[in-house]
């Protein structure tokens, strides 16, 4: 019986020992790998950033109206943020490989699901970066166009302008990740459609008059269009 | 763009065929059928008459056409031929018209002209806009003489304008131009002048023209790089400023972007602008240039309205390109009655030098900074309107003056923008 004992003892022990023997190699090629990792992605992120800053990105994210935002909310600038991304996409990728390697029964199945998401997770917060720039961007556009155009309501154009650009942008970032589809495809549908259709509605019923005006002056007479007070400024 | 793309085979060929020449003048056009042989004719009696022995040429840079501009040109040229024998004549006087590459724009135009000057080795050229309709045959001579007989190298017109015609111009870019590169061209962005061979060589073979061709403003540009290389210039009465019937006042913010965007971006360009120099008289060639009086029916109150809601509808806007003070005085006035409205010229200065910091420093799109001047530019507009609804021609005359004696008073302010000083 004691005899037994000690052998099935020296033989979990020895079990033991070889799964250690097996497992710490592999642990130590996953801090390997999280350690190369974490260098690699910082050198992915140098060059991101160095290759931003050369095509002038934060000149393109003023311009669009980004930086003021990313100012306000106390957000670095558009170059820094974007290749902090990319570092911790890049390290976190690595580490996911790493984990990977340690072979853990059950794990392997999510993680592998979970390096194959990545690349949707990075292409919809693109989507989303790039769309409230090209919102912003074309709400200043529209308002300043409305300004200049002596139009009635130019934060209410504007705003519309911002609100759709944004939904759109949202609902394909939902999109790209899988994310309630069907949903967002209808919510943004509904969205788009209610907005052009009370747009028509306060256009066609609530500014009959100016709707008229418009349309004469732009299709009917277009030659009597008011010009700048009749003023040449140069 | 690359000059290749705007010099097309065409156009070469057609230069080719000419040679050397003395004299060129060249004519940019888009579609301006109704105006060309009326300005051709013009020309051509004004090279005769005045130019009998100097070898000369019509060159027509043409942007595309569509309404048989070019065909025009080359029959106005023939029919005079044939109509009008010239007894002064003593040299053929060719005439071509051929179109530029790259689609239709004045810098391109311009581009194509002072390379035809350069390559037909001629030591004096004028260009003539396609939209002056009451050309007379004496506008060559004056724009000509002084290239050809006193040695001038850019001689820009002055015109007898009406008091109120020329806001823009008056209130912004002549006053600012002269502040920054001290000398008192009176019509800084012209639709006709005149140049010596020496500058459009030197103009033609600058690095960056080609490119400077492709954005608005290049006859601003070759106004500047012609100050700011030393280049000895003099103005030419022309007499009344009068447009096509075709082509109506044009838009402010068009205007903006061709006379005060250009102007913004020169201080990128031309260093010369820190130069502390008082400004300089320019001569005038034909006499002073007079205002006329005649009474305008102007819509004020619309210039007014669009000020004030301009202030207050782009005001998160301004606030990131004027300062704190001159943003809350901008709508200190907005909030003034019409008799009580006055965009007096510090504040309006300031507003300029403000806004052509933010431009320098691309705090957002340029193009936007440009368009959210025009609010401002209608405010300035309104004042200028009702400071002068009474005036005589001095008295607007003593206006200006004292608006382009602001620009340059405070342009040590700009330079502290520019640096971060403030």
């Known amino acids: ?52 800053r050369l095509v002038k990105f934060d000149r393109l994210s003023d311009d669009a109206g980004a930086s003021q935002f990313l100012r306000r909310t106390a957000l670095p600038s558009s170059t820094e943020l974007l290749s902090r991304f990319v570092f911790w996409v890049a390290w976190i990728g690595f580490i996911l490989v790493g984990v990977n390697v340690l072979g853990i029964v059950g794990l392997e199945p999510h993680i592998s699901k979970l390096v194959a998401y990545l690349p949707r997770l990075v292409a919809a917060v693109c989507l989303i970066f790039f769309g409230l720039l090209a919102a912003s961007f074309f709400s200043r556009a529209a308002l300043l166009a409305a300004v200049n155009a002596g139009s009635p309501s130019p934060k209410l154009i504007s705003s519309a302008v911002r609100t759709l650009i944004t939904v759109l942008s949202v609902s394909m970032a939902f999109e790209e990740l899988g994310l309630a589809e069907q949903t967002v495809l209808i919510a943004f549908g509904l969205i788009f459609g209610a907005l052009l259709f009370g747009l028509a509605l306060a256009f066609g019923l609530g500014g009959q008059e100016l709707a008229k005006r418009f349309l004469e002056a732009r299709f009917a007479h277009p030659k009597q269009r008011e010009h700048e007070d009749e003023l040449s400024p140069l | 763009m690359p000059e290749e793309s705007i010099l097309t085979d065409d156009f070469l060929h057609e230069l080719m065929s000419v040679g050397e020449v003395d004299l060129l003048v060249g004519v940019p056009t888009y579609n301006d059928a109704a ?35 070019q065909e025009l040109v080359r029959a106005a040229s023939i029919n005079d031929l044939q109509q009008a024998p010239s007894p002064h004549a003593l040299r053929t006087l060719h005439s071509i018209s051929a179109r530029y590459g790259g689609g239709p724009a004045s810098g391109r135009g311009l581009y194509a002209i002072l390379a035809a000057a350069d390559l037909l080795h001629s030591s004096a050229c004028a260009v003539i806009s396609a939209d002056s309709t009451n050309i007379e045959p004496e506008w060559i001579a004056h724009l000509l003489q002084p290239v050809c007989r ?7 017109p002055v015109y007898h304008r009406h008091k109120f015609d020329g806001l823009l111009l008056r209130n912004l870019v002549y006053p600012m131009t002269r502040a920054l590169y001290a000398r008192q061209v009176r019509e800084p962005y012209p639709s006709e002048f005149a140049f010596s061979g020496r500058l459009a060589t030197q103009i033609f073979g600058q690095e960056g023209w080609a490119e400077e061709a492709e954005q608005d403003g290049a006859k601003l540009y070759l106004t500047i790089s012609a100050i700011t290389s030393g280049f000895k210039l003099a103005q030419a009465l022309l007499g009344n400023k009068t447009r096509a019937q075709s082509n109506p006042p044009a838009d402010v913010v068009d205007a903006l972007r061709e006379g005060v965007g250009p102007l913004f971006l020169s201080l990128d360009h031309y260093p010369a602008w820190r130069s502390n120099a008082p400004s300089e008289p320019v001569p005038i060639f034909g006499g002073r240039p007079e205002l006329t009086l005649d009474p305008l029916r102007i819509n004020r109150k619309r210039l007014y309205d669009l000020f004030r809601s301009g202030v207050e509808e782009l005001a998160p806007l301004l606030n990131s390109i004027v300062s704190r003070s001159t943003l809350r005085e901008l709508q200190q006035l907005a909030s003034r009655e019409e008799q009580d409205f006055c965009y007096c010229d510090e504040l309006w200065v300031r507003t300029i030098y403000e806004f052509a910091a933010s431009y320098h420093r691309a705090v957002i799109n340029r193009d936007h900074i440009i368009q959210a001047l025009a609010p401002l530019y209608r405010g300035r507009a309104y004042t200028f309107l009702l400071e002068n609804r009474d005036s005589q021609g001095e008295e607007v005359e003593r206006n200006v003056e004292a608006l382009c004696l602001t620009f340059e008073k405070f342009k040590p302010y700009l330079e502290d923008l520019w640096d971060g000083r403030r």
């Open chain 2, 150 to 156: 006193d040695g001038f190298d850019l001689v820009t």
């Open chain 1, 1 to 52: 019986m004691w005899d037994k004992f000690v052998v099935e003892l020296s033989q979990a022990t020895q079990e033991i020992i070889r799964n250690l023997a097996q497992f710490l190699p592999r642990l130590l090629v996953t801090l390997i790998t999280v350690v190369i990792g974490g260098l690699a992605a910082w050198v992915i992120e140098v060059i991101v950033r160095s290759v931003l």
């Open chain 2, 35 to 69: 105006s060309i042989g009326q300005i051709v004719q013009a020309i051509r009696a004004g090279l005769v008459k005045y130019f009998p022995r100097q070898r000369a040429v019509i060159v027509n840079a043409d942007g595309g056409s569509q309404d048989q501009t």
